[in-house]
């Protein structure tokens, strides 16, 4: 049984616009470069294309959105320690209100504007008085002093070690 090859490459050349074998005198230099190959788009590419498309904009629409959420919880954190800090400058403030409404104080402070009561005598010293000496009887300015003495402290440790010399 004859196959007639001529009859199948007009069929190829016809099918595919060129021929699959060069003819035997054209292979040693070939005068038109060979044409690459060429990428077809099928509907399975094409699905798969705009498959892809999509799960990129989900992951943009989605990372936006965690974005957001993060930024929200950054600033209810702040809201909390600014209302933290909102509470305790208000419990001062109650304090201070409570002692300034305190007969005590109120006395106390106008004893500095000499408005004590009829029993109290005030005074005030005088503002070019000298001040009281270090060593005034009753003073806080009086110190014990504390005898140091500069050792190194190898020394220290020797003289832990073995005793004093």
Same mark, same amino acid.
Request: hydrophobic share 45%; charged share 20%; aromatic share 6%.
């Given at each position: 049984?004859?196959?007639?090859?001529?009859?199948?490459?007009?069929?190829?050349?016809?099918?595919?616009?060129?021929?699959?074998?060069?003819?035997?005198?054209?292979?040693?230099?070939?005068?038109?470069?060979?044409?690459?190959?060429?990428?077809?788009?099928?509907?399975?590419?094409?699905?798969?294309?705009?498959?892809?498309?999509?799960?990129?904009?989900?992951?943009?629409?989605?990372?936006?959105?965690?974005?957001?959420?993060?930024? =929200?919880?950054?600033?209810?954190?702040?809201?909390?320690?600014?209302?933290? =800090?909102?509470?305790?400058?208000?419990?001062?403030?109650?304090?201070?209100?409570?002692?300034?409404?305190?007969?005590?104080?109120?006395?106390?402070? =106008?004893?500095?504007?000499?408005?004590?009561?009829?029993?109290?005598?005030?005074?005030?010293?005088?503002?070019?008085?000298?001040?009281?000496? =270090?060593?005034?009887?009753?003073?806080?300015?009086?110190?014990?002093?504390?005898?140091?003495?500069?050792?190194?402290?190898?020394?220290?440790?020797?003289?832990?070690?073995?005793?004093?010399?």
């Amino acid at each position: 049984m004859l196959v007639d090859t001529s009859a199948a490459k007009s069929y190829d050349s016809v099918m595919y616009g060129r021929d699959l074998e060069l003819p035997l005198d054209d292979l040693s230099a070939p005068s038109q470069p060979l044409p690459g190959p060429t990428i077809s788009f099928t509907r399975r590419r094409l699905a798969l294309l705009l498959a892809g498309l999509f799960a990129l904009w989900l992951v943009g629409v989605f990372a936006r959105q965690v974005g957001e959420a993060a930024s =929200a919880a950054s600033q209810a954190d702040q809201m909390r320690a600014r209302n933290a =800090a909102i509470e305790r400058d208000v419990a001062s403030l109650e304090k201070e209100l409570a002692l300034i409404k305190d007969p005590a104080f109120v006395s106390q402070m =106008a004893r500095g504007y000499l408005l004590g009561t009829s029993r109290e005598i005030p005074f005030t010293l005088d503002p070019n008085a000298p001040a009281l000496p =270090a060593n005034a009887p009753g003073s806080i300015g009086i110190k014990p002093e504390v005898v140091t003495q500069t050792l190194s402290p190898l020394d220290s440790w020797l003289q832990i070690l073995f005793g004093s010399q």
